[in-house]
């Protein structure tokens, strides 16, 4: 994660992909510490669909051919030996224009879910153009060069955009955060019995969300996953270690700096 993209997690900051893809990496790390009991989980990358991939006026095979090649190498990235038939539910982090949604494949139960903190109208297609509908073909597609037994059955399922309590109105600066969020929460329970845990009130969710912005920075830079976790520990020491004055006037700089950056 770069340092640039690290600072789109200050408040009122609209959330750099590259911070959801260190997110997706993270989840996939704690992923190994899940108990056998619980779903196996795989979080993929913003860039796992693209542009290209989504263009009708290119050659399907085309497409496909590089679908595959990002799709296979986030695998790898992943671990040594990428097996789907022992994944439950593929995540797949979604950010098009103003859009941050999440795509899920339910392989447990054979579905295909959407996470979207934005209510929105119309049909499928209106709401999310053709990306839904060529990725389940390309990923379903995928399902059966592999021999995956749920390939065919869940090519035949229709798009479910759950419905949440605190789904809002308007895009905002937080919709990374609510895809961060859902990442984080569903587990593959029942889409009636999910609840990603934000509040309906908007002045509670906005504190909330700022709260998260906070926790998935520590998340981030404080895992033992990390490489640069002892050198961000050897800074913070470093800073204890002033007196109140000269840290207030650290911390003062610091925030003139990482204003000029994102302006």
Not at 181 to 197: F, I, Q, V
Not at 217 to 232: A, G, I
Request: a positive charge; glycine letters at 4%; charged letters at 30%.
């Amino acid at each position: 994660m770069h340092l640039e993209a690290a600072r789109t997690l200050a408040m009122r900051k609209k959330v750099h992909t590259n911070v959801i893809d260190a997110w997706a990496a993270f989840l996939n790390k704690i992923e190994e510490l899940k108990s056998e009991a619980s779903y196996s989980r795989m979080y993929f990358t913003c860039d796992t669909i693209t542009d290209y991939m989504v263009d009708e006026a290119v050659d399907e095979e085309l497409r496909y051919n590089k679908f595959i090649i990002m799709f296979v190498a986030v695998m790898n990235d992943i671990t040594d030996k990428p097996d789907l038939k022992t994944v439950d539910l593929v995540f797949i982090p979604i950010v098009v224009d103003e859009s941050y949604y999440l795509v899920c494949f339910c392989l447990k139960r054979v579905a295909f879910y959407i996470f979207d903190h934005i209510k929105r109208s119309g049909t499928i297609e209106s709401a999310y153009g053709n990306i839904p509908r060529i990725l389940k073909s390309f990923f379903c597609r995928y399902l059966n060069s592999v021999e995956h037994k749920k390939a065919n059955v869940l090519l035949k399922k229709e798009v479910v955009v759950i419905k949440m309590k605190c789904q809002r109105n308007i895009v905002g600066v937080d919709c990374g955060i609510f895809l961060m969020r859902h990442m984080e929460t569903y587990m593959g329970e029942a889409a009636h019995k999910w609840d990603c845990g934000l509040c309906i009130d908007n002045k509670i969710q906005e504190k909330m969300l700022g709260r998260l912005r906070y926790k998935y920075l520590d998340k981030l830079m404080m895992s033992d996953f990390n490489v640069m976790k002892k050198t961000f520990l050897k800074h913070y020491a470093a800073v204890k270690k002033m007196d109140r004055f000269e840290r207030m006037k650290v911390i003062e700089e610091k925030k003139k700096e990482i204003t000029g950056v994102l302006q």
